[in-house]
T-cell receptor
Framework: DTAVSQTPKYLVTQMGNDKSIKCEQN?????MYWYKQDSKKFLKIMFS???????INETVPNRFSPKSPDKAHLNLHINSLELGDSAVYFC???????????????FGSGTRLTVV | QKEVEQNSGPLSVPEGAIASLNCTYS??????FFWYRQYSGKSPELIMS????GDKEDGRFTAQLNKASQYVSLLIRDSQPSDSATYLC????????????FGAGTRLFVKA
């Protein structure tokens, strides 16, 4: 009955490879996000989808491509992985783009990506 | 100036004391504010939200908001070792497009 689930939990891969991270939420939320948390614990938004529509597309390398097949799923594909991509990637969901002050985000458990 | 600023800490308090965590934000028209707790190796979890000036209490947690000073804080009363975590302040920014901005977090240690 996990609310926001993402897979895999750990991902170790070599530079230059292509990898994907998958995320699914069963909360009925209409907005999903990808955040990157670096070694200093700073959470930075990468992308946001509302009802399958891309609404936030931060300045990230175009090697990162999100895809939302439906409002319950948001995947992240990364091409040509680089050492600097090593971080924890969190998927999150919210209702109404997080505008309701009484509700925040529900985060997935994270994917620790290590590029060697 | 960062959009959301927090003292990175670590903040160390003895068990049973009040822990005070502070956050300032730059967007004057921000309307709602959140505190998340993140244990080491885990994902952030929402513990409090506030959108009106003043205090909001929930159990041992009290969130305080002062929009004139662009300041939001979290007080943890009767701190327990299990409260040791990183606390992230998040602000719903409206200027330049709606977005939730997270601070870098304050590490809290509660000593038994």
């Amino acid at each position: 009955d996990t609310a926001v689930s993402q897979t895999p939990k750990y991902l170790v891969t070599q530079m230059g490879n292509d990898k994907s991270i998958k995320c699914e939420q069963n909360l009925g939320h209409d907005t999903m996000y990808w955040y990157k948390q670096d070694s200093k614990k700073f959470l930075k938004i990468m992308f946001s989808y509302n009802n399958k529509e891309l609404i936030i597309n931060e300045t990230v390398p175009n090697r990162f491509s999100p895809k939302s097949p439906d409002k319950a799923h948001l995947n992240l594909h990364i091409n040509s992985l680089e050492l600097g991509d090593s971080a924890v990637y969190f998927c999150a969901s919210s209702q109404g783009q997080g505008r309701d002050p009484n509700y925040g985000y529900t985060f997935g458990s994270g994917t620790r990506l290590t590029v060697v | 100036q960062k959009e959301v600023e927090q003292n990175s800490g670590p903040l160390s308090v003895p068990e049973g004391a009040i822990a005070s965590l502070n956050c300032t934000y730059s967007d004057r028209v921000s309307q709602s504010f959140f505190w998340y707790r993140q244990y080491s190796g885990k994902s952030p979890e929402l513990i409090m939200s506030i959108y009106s000036n003043g205090d909001k209490e929930d159990g041992r947690f009290t969130a305080q908001l002062n929009k004139a000073s662009q300041y939001v804080s979290l007080l943890i009363r009767d701190s327990q070792p299990s409260d040791s975590a990183t606390y992230l302040c998040a602000v719903n920014r409206h200027t330049g497009g709606f977005k939730t901005i997270f601070g870098a977090g304050t590490r809290l240690f509660v000593k038994a």
